[in-house]
């Protein structure tokens, strides 16, 4: 399996059990460098949001809205 897929199997899994923002922003972020797009990124915690529901959705969300304005400044 491609290194970014388990980054993309591993942001599901911490949205879902509701871990901690830097976790997921951190798993975001090597996801981006082993070449995640944001459409992928976005797509993962699309997936995530019947299994999982809104607050798995919004966690998985914020964590990719935090690394889009982290990479901004």
Known sequence: MP???REFVTIALL???????S?????????MRLGATREELV???EACLVPGGAPTFHRGL???????????R
């Not at 976790?23 to 996801?31: C, D, E, N, S, W």
């Not at 914020?62 to 901004?72: E, F, K, N, P």
Request: no cysteine; charged share 30%.
């Open 62 to 72: 914020s964590a990719l809205m935090q690394v889009d304005g982290s990479d901004r």
């Open 23 to 31: 976790g997921l922003v951190t798993h975001r972020r090597r996801a």
């Open 15 to 21: 949205a879902f059990r509701g871990a901690e923002q």
């Open 43 to 45: 797509e993962v915690i």
């Open 3 to 5: 290194a970014k897929v």
